[in-house]
């Protein structure tokens, strides 16, 4: 698997959500039908654009190295859990709203637990080096 391919898909996926979040939290809360927006509920969504923008950074920089198996374990494991927790989230949210943004959501979701679990559980194949 291209797991360059994912790492980057993935950092570029939660940076962007990393600065919506961080800097147009009121934004994010209207669109989610908060009506009543506290400060605590602006510094929360703040908080959660930078663990996202955080995750995306670790993701980018590791985009180059070996992952899954042993090698990277830690990313891998971390993106692993990220994205099966979210995707379990999502889906248990979505039955009980039916929101369209929630849908495209779960879908995003669960393609990359599936895939980060298919890079956890599996050894990588390092390329050859052409001389």
């Given amino acids: 698997m291209n797991t360059r391919l994912l790492m980057t898909s993935s950092a570029l996926l939660m940076g962007v959500a990393g600065i919506i979040f961080s800097f147009a939290p009121q934004e994010v809360l209207e669109y989610l039908n908060v009506t009543s927006e506290t400060m ?23 985009k180059g190295n070996l992952i ?28 009980s709203t039916h929101i369209g943004i929630i849908l495209i959501m779960t879908v995003i979701y669960t393609a990359f637990a ?18």
């Avoid at 509920?41 to 930078?50: D, E, H, K, W």
């Fill in 114 to 131: 599936v895939l980060f679990s298919i890079v956890f559980f599996t050894h990588p194949v390092k390329k050859e080096q052409k001389s």
């Fill in 40 to 62: 605590i509920q602006v510094v929360i969504v703040q908080l959660l654009g930078a663990l996202y923008f955080a995750f995306a950074m670790v993701n980018w920089t590791a």
């Fill in 68 to 95: 899954g198996g042993i090698y990277g374990r830690t990313i891998a494991i971390g993106n692993l859990s990220h994205f099966v927790i979210g995707a379990l989230a999502l889906i248990k949210s979505y039955f």
